[in-house]
C-alpha cells in the first residue's frame, strides 16, 4: 500500500455520508467498512484515506481494461466534444451504427441486430420481452414460458429476477409474474451428503421440463456460460451443445448471459464460442465498456431481428430507451474493442487466466477450510466451508492491499484482463496467507 494526498479527515467525512446517504446494491448494511474508491491506475485503487490497492475483482468484474486507460479516456473526450449523443427512436448516432457493426464481426453471422441498452439487467429485460414478442409474431402467441437455472443469477428487475429460484430474489417483493420455470443447475449438489448419492442434473432436465411444460408453450431457455452470482461454476464441457440441440428440436430460442463473461473475460471474446454452439439472443454489459460508461447489448439473429418489421402495431422492435446507443457509451465500447484487440488481451486474459487458476488450485485448493477453487480464464471463485472464513479471508485480503469480493462462501476473484503474472501471484498469495490464518485448523 502507498500513500497519496487523501487525508483521513476526507475519509471519514466520505465514510459518514456514504453511511447516511447510499443504498449499496445488494450488500448488507454496516457488516464491514465500505470501501470508497476515490482513484485508480491500472490495476490499482486507492481508497478515500489514500491508501492503495491491487482490484482483485475488477470493479463487479466490469473494469478489464483497468483504470485510466488513455486511449478510453481520449476517446471519451472525443465524442463528447463532437455529439455527447443522439437518440436512436428514428434516428441513429455513429459510434452506436460502428459498434452494432463490430458486434456483429466478433459474434458472428448469424448474430447480426443489436439492441443497446444501459445495464445488465435491462439487458435481461430486453430479451425477455423480444423473445416473446418473436414468437407471437410468427403465430405463436401462446410461446411464453421462460425457463432458466435454478442458480441462475441475470439482474434485478423484475423479469430478470423472476428467472431466479433464489429467495433473496422474491421474499417480500411479490407477486411473482407467472410464465417462469426453473431447473437443476448442472452441478452436484452443494450439500457434501447429498452429493456422495446425489446424480448431477444434466441437460435432460432442460428436455423434462419443455415436456411438462409443452414445448409449444416455452419462449426460450436463459443461461449464463459461467453461473456467476450462483457462485462462479463454470458449465460442464458439452452442456451448452446439448442444450443447444434441444433448444433446437422445440423450436425454443436459446438466449446466453454473457452479461459478465463476454468481451474477454473467460480468454475468449465470448464463453459460449469455447463451446462452438450459436445461440439465438446473447446479451452483454460489464465488459463492453470496461465499466468507463454504462451500456449493454442484446445481439440476436437476423430472423430474430427482421420478424420485428412485420410487427402490425408498429413496424418495428416495441422497446427500448432514450439512451439506448448513447453515444458516449458506444464511443467506449468501440475504444475498449480496439484495445482489447491490438493489445492481444483475448490471448493474454487466457494464458493469466490459466495460470492463476492453476495457482489458485496448487496454492490454496487443497488448504483447511477450502472446500473448492474452480474458474476458467481470469474469472474464479474459491469457495470456502463457511461464509465467516470468507469474509475473514475478503477482509485479510484488504488488509495486505488487494480487493477482492466475498458472496455467501464463494471469493470471487476476477482482476483486469491486463493483470500482469507478478499481480496474479500476489493476489493468490494473499489469499493463501488469509486462509493459513483464518481457517478453523489454523486457531
Ligand atoms: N447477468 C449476469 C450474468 C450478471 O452477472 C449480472 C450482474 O452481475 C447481470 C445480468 C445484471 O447486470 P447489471 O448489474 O448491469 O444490471
Request: net charge negative; aromatic share 4%; with cysteine.
Amino acid at each position: 500500500m502507498s500513500d497519496t494526498t487523501t487525508t483521513p479527515s476526507q475519509g471519514d467525512e466520505l465514510a459518514e455520508l456514504d453511511r447516511r446517504h447510499l443504498l449499496h446494491p445488494w450488500t448488507p448494511s454496516g457488516v464491514s467498512e465500505q470501501l470508497v474508491v476515490v482513484a485508480g491506475q491500472g490495476c490499482e485503487i486507492t481508497d478515500s484515506y489514500g491508501r492503495t490497492y491491487l482490484d482483485g475483482r475488477s470493479g463487479q468484474f466490469n473494469a478489464t481494461l483497468g483504470y485510466g486507460n488513455k486511449r478510453v479516456l481520449d476517446a471519451i473526450q472525443e465524442q463528447a466534444g463532437k455529439l455527447m449523443t443522439y437518440a436512436l427512436l428514428g434516428a441513429s448516432n455513429e459510434p452506436a451504427v460502428r459498434l452494432g457493426a463490430r458486434l456483429a464481426e466478433l459474434l458472428g453471422e448469424p448474430l447480426t441486430r443489436t439492441l443497446f441498452c444501459n445495464s445488465g439487467s435491462e439487458a435481461t429485460e430486453a430479451a425477455l420481452r423480444i423473445v416473446r414478442m418473436y414468437h407471437a409474431l410468427r403465430g405463436n402467441p401462446e410461446r411464453t414460458t421462460i425457463i432458466s437455472l435454478a442458480d441462475c443469477y441475470h439482474g434485478t428487475t423484475t423479469g430478470a429476477t423472476a428467472m431466479m429460484a433464489n429467495p433473496l430474489a422474491w421474499t417480500g417483493c411479490g407477486p411473482r409474474p407467472e410464465g417462469f420455470v426453473q431447473i437443476p443447475s448442472p452441478f452436484p449438489p452443494r450439500d457434501p451428503a447429498a452429493a456422495q448419492d446425489g446424480e448431477v442434473p444434466g441437460a435432460e432436465a432442460l428436455e423434462e421440463a419443455i415436456q411438462e411444460q409443452g414445448a409449444d408453450t416455452v419462449a426460450a431457455f436463459f443461461v449464463e456460460p459461467v453461473l456467476g452470482v450462483g457462485g462462479i461454476r463454470p458449465l460442464p464441457s458439452g452442456y451448452l451443445a446439448r442444450i443447444r440441440e434441444i433448444c433446437d428440436r422445440h423450436g425454443v430460442l436459446l438466449v446466453v448471459d454473457e452479461v459478465t463473461t463476454g468481451l474477454g473475460r473467460t480468454g475468449a471474446w465470448f464463453a459460449h464460442q469455447r463451446e462452438g454452439i450459436t445461440p439465438d439472443v446473447v446479451t452483454m454489459a460489464k465488459g463492453l465498456t470496461s465499466g468507463y460508461a454504462p451500456l449493454a447489448a442484446v445481439t440476436v439473429t437476423e430472423e430474430i431481428g427482421r420478424t420485428f418489421s412485420g410487427d402490425p402495431m408498429l413496424g418495428g422492435l416495441r422497446h427500448g430507451h432514450t439512451t439506448s446507443g448513447h453515444g458516449i457509451g458506444t464511443a467506449v465500447g468501440l475504444t475498449v474493442l480496439k484495445v482489447i484487440e491490438e493489445d492481444g488481451l483475448i490471448e493474454h486474459a487466457a494464458t493469466v487466466g490459466d495460470r492463476m487458476c492453476r495457482a489458485l488450485a496448487d496454492r490454496v485448493g487443497s488448504l483447511d477450510g477450502v472446500r473448492e477453487v474452480r474458474g476458467q480464464g481470469l474469472l474464479a471463485a474459491v469457495e470456502f466451508t463457511s461464509f465467516e472464513l470468507g469474509m475473514q479471508v475478503q477482509n485479510a485480503c484488504r488488509a495486505a492491499g488487494v480487493v477482492l469480493r466475498c458472496e455467501g462462501p464463494v471469493l470471487a476473484v476476477s482482476p483486469p484482463l491486463v493483470v500482469t503474472a507478478e499481480q496474479v501471484d500476489r493476489i493468490v498469495e494473499a489469499i493463501r496467507e488469509a486462509v493459513l490464518a483464518h481457517a478453523p485448523s489454523a486457531s
